[in-house]
């Protein structure tokens, strides 16, 4: 290793750097971080996202033509930096197009369920895309917190994070929970179907509440079915037999806004 900023940055050339090996096991492998405590967060969008947010990174990484060119711009606020040559940094990432830099940041601490919050039940939900998308809206639609049972996908994954574009940071994330946690919630649980209830726009829907999305193929699982207190269903004029469960998902998260609000 060559210093060129003791105090600030290092420039790595070898793959078996210790921080090269780490930024890349938890971009590679989905559920890495949850032996190892850290996540991966790549781009110029999501290292944006967790700052905003008041997330320092424990070590940040740069491709040596990012670093050049954008030094000026995030040096302030960063306690260690490793540059290393663009081909190492596409060595490291698992982008068909690598962002060029990335944050090694702490996984946000605090498994607990808490009570009273606004919240979304993801039920074995496998899309990393769905997932994502539906952080998405749980943030920008004031629901705090997101409740992942087990079989779902992996909330802090790579593919995840992409897809909620920076939503992590707003929101409470708990996972691998089974059906009778969510008594903890102490709110009302509303199901989602696509025959039984009332019209979701039509609903007097409850607030603070709890929303139940259940996987792409099978849905809710019974053990979440027999916890829910209300019913809804989303009109499609259209016929469609479905739709996307983020599609689903943003409509009834957005009902639930619109009617707090007024």
């Not at 405590?37 to 969008?45: A, N, T």
């Not at 909620?164 to 409470?172: P, R, Y």
């Not at 009109?235 to 469960?245: A, D, I, K, T, Y």
């Amino acid at each position: 290793m060559m210093e060129s900023d003791p105090a600030r940055v290092s420039t790595v050339v070898s793959r078996d750097n210790s921080v090269v090996k780490l930024a890349r096991k938890l971009s590679r492998d989905n559920t890495a971080y949850r032996k190892l405590g850290q996540v991966w967060l790549e781009g110029d969008h999501l290292c944006r996202a967790a700052r905003d947010r008041g997330i320092a990174p424990s070590v940040a990484v740069f491709a040596a033509s990012a670093w050049t060119a954008q030094a000026a711009q995030w040096r302030d606020g960063l306690a260690r930096v490793v540059v290393v040559p663009d081909s190492l940094f596409d060595d490291i990432s698992a982008l068909e197009s690598a962002g060029r830099m990335g944050f090694v940041i702490d996984l946000p601490a605090g498994t607990a369920v808490r009570p009273h919050v606004a919240s979304v039940v993801l039920d074995r939900l496998q899309d990393a895309g769905n997932v994502g998308s539906i952080l998405r809206s749980a943030a920008a639609l004031g629901f705090h917190q997101v409740l992942a049972l087990k079989g779902s996908a992996a909330l802090w994954s790579p593919k995840v994070l992409r897809a909620g574009m920076g939503a992590h940071f707003a929101l409470h994330l708990v996972e691998g929970l089974e059906a009778s946690a969510l008594p903890g919630l102490d709110l009302p649980l509303i199901a989602t179907s696509s025959h039984r209830g009332e019209p979701v726009h039509a609903s007097a829907l409850p607030w603070p509440c709890a929303w139940a999305f259940g996987h792409e193929g099978q849905g809710l699982d019974a053990a979440v079915l027999q916890q829910a207190q209300m019913w809804c269903r989303i009109g499609q004029p259209g016929g469609q037999e479905s739709l996307n469960v983020a599609a689903a998902a943003a409509i009834c998260l957005h009902a639930s806004a619109v009617g707090h609000s007024n």
